[in-house]
């Protein structure tokens, strides 16, 4: 596994699978899941745009066509750990 510690990524297409991002922080950036094992602890700015492919894109097609994921992936709450997920939905 690759382990990118407090680093700037800009306009770089980053590949989550396989790769630990601690501290980290991507401006403009393709963000790639592929659904591996990945580490995460960074933050976006700019465009950064999400691609999922792979067995990533057959789980968001799964829970689409269970009606678990709305159509429109804007409408989508991420949070990156359990904590900031209560306080989401309080």
């Known amino acids: 596994m690759a382990v990118f510690t ?5 306009g770089e297409r ?4 396989g790769n630990s991002y601690q501290d ?5 950036c393709e963000i790639v899941y592929l659904g591996g094992e990945v580490h995460l602890n960074f933050t976006t700015q700019g465009t950064s745009r999400w691609i999922f492919e792979g ?5 968001v097609k799964l829970l689409q066509a269970l009606s678990l994921l709305p159509e429109d ?9 359990a904590e900031n997920a209560r306080k989401a939905m309080n």
Do not use: K, M, S
Not at 6 to 10: A, K, L, N, S, V
Not at 14 to 17: R, W, Y
Not at 55 to 59: D, I, M
């Open 14 to 17: 980053i590949i989550l699978d």
């Open 73 to 81: 992936p804007t409408q989508l709450l991420v949070v990156p750990n």
């Open 6 to 10: 407090g680093e700037t990524f800009r």
């Open 55 to 59: 067995c990533a894109l057959n789980t």
């Open 24 to 28: 980290c922080v991507l401006v403009d």
